[in-house]
């Protein structure tokens, strides 16, 4: 049966709390991999642009010692060609974890605000969901 408009209120902002959290923890999840996992290019493209005559030119020890131009732009060219491979890398991690803590499956629908009835459940190894029969056999990964 349908929840009163006030009650249909507090359940929507609850409901929007929640997934907003959620969507926040995956993003922090993903930046926090990214970042682990793109370092290298990140270092490697930051002293290519650091050392370079053309870009920054910085009087650094180590950039009038080590690195000159030439050197500087196969930096940087090295580090976009090692971004690929680690962008993908970095995207097996996160999704990887994301399947164990199904962290995909916390979501909560917008109908649990609207009508009565919808309950709270666990399913599988312990991941909320709403589900009116609370259905074991569906899942969110294959």
């Known amino acids: 049966e349908p929840r009163s408009?006030?009650?249909?209120?507090?359940?929507?902002?609850?409901?929007?709390?929640?997934?907003?959290?959620?969507?926040?923890?995956?993003?922090?999840?993903?930046?926090?991999?990214f970042t682990i996992v793109l370092?290298?290019?990140?270092?490697?493209?930051?002293?290519?642009?650091q050392c370079h005559s053309q870009v920054l030119h910085s009087s650094a020890r180590y950039c009038k010692?080590?690195?000159?131009?030439?050197?500087?732009?196969?930096?940087?060219?090295?580090?976009?060609?090692?971004m690929s491979p680690l962008l993908v890398v970095a995207?097996?991690?996160?999704?990887?974890?994301?399947?164990?803590?199904?962290?995909?499956?916390c979501f909560q629908p917008y109908s649990l605000a609207l009508y009565k009835g919808g309950r709270w459940c666990r399913r599988g190894e312990g991941a909320p969901c709403c589900a009116r029969g609370c259905n074991t056999q569906l899942k969110a990964w294959v």
């Not at 010692?65 to 196969?74: G, H, P, T």
């Not at 995207?91 to 499956?105: D, E, F, N, P």
């Open 39 to 49: 370092l290298p290019t990140i270092v490697v493209v930051y002293f290519g642009f």
């Open 5 to 33: 408009p006030w009650c249909c209120l507090a359940w929507t902002l609850v409901i929007a709390t929640m997934n907003s959290l959620v969507f926040l923890l995956n993003l922090l999840l993903m930046l926090v991999i």
């Open 91 to 105: 995207m097996a991690i996160y999704c990887s974890l994301a399947r164990r803590l199904q962290l995909l499956v």
């Open 65 to 82: 010692s080590i690195l000159d131009d030439n050197s500087s732009s196969a930096l940087i060219i090295l580090g976009f060609v090692i």
